[in-house]
């Protein structure tokens, strides 16, 4: 498929690997650049493709926003500080709210989808920040 943009009929037609590779997966959100059909101050939305056994090195702490992660494919565990939630069949997903300190390994290859609101700037996991301090220009983007 082709990426197409038609600003005046207000389209955009990508492809979430693709188009998420430049951005850590985030494929809408508030950091993209103003004018951008991607750009969103409400929501943010992010494609991940996981190899087995890729885990976050830290935990998310103090996140200030709720979160959906859906499972497209494979096997993914969701580390919450009270509960571990594994999503094993597709379509299986998971929320939770501002506060939830969480993390996540794949234990088979996935792909998983993130919605998460709202979308916050300046906001980024800590052990992100190499990610910020390498992208001169942008804005930090979500972890």
């Known amino acids: 498929m082709e990426r197409c943009l038609d600003k005046e009929q207000g389209v955009y037609v990508g492809n979430a690997h693709t188009d998420g ?5 985030w494929l809408l ?3 993209k650049s103003p004018g951008d059909l991607r750009h ?5 939305i992010k494609w991940s493709t996981h190899p087995v056994g ?5 935990w998310v702490t103090g996140e200030q926003r709720t979160a959906l992660l859906v ?3 494979g096997r993914f565990r969701v580390e919450l500080r009270h ?3 594994l999503l094993s069949e597709q379509g299986d997903y998971v929320i939770w709210g501002p506060g939830v300190d969480h993390s996540y390994r794949a234990e088979e290859e996935s792909v998983v989808m993130t919605v998460r609101w709202p979308s916050v700037p300046g906001y980024a996991n800590p052990a992100d ?10 804005e930090t983007l979500p972890g």
């Open 129 to 138: 920040a190499t990610f910020a301090e390498a992208t001169p220009g942008q």
């Open 29 to 31: 959100g508030h950091f």
């Open 71 to 73: 499972l497209v494919s």
């Open 54 to 58: 890729d885990e976050r090195a830290t």
């Open 40 to 44: 969103s101050t409400d929501v943010e």
């Open 21 to 25: 590779s430049g951005d850590r997966g």
């Open 83 to 85: 509960r571990s939630v």
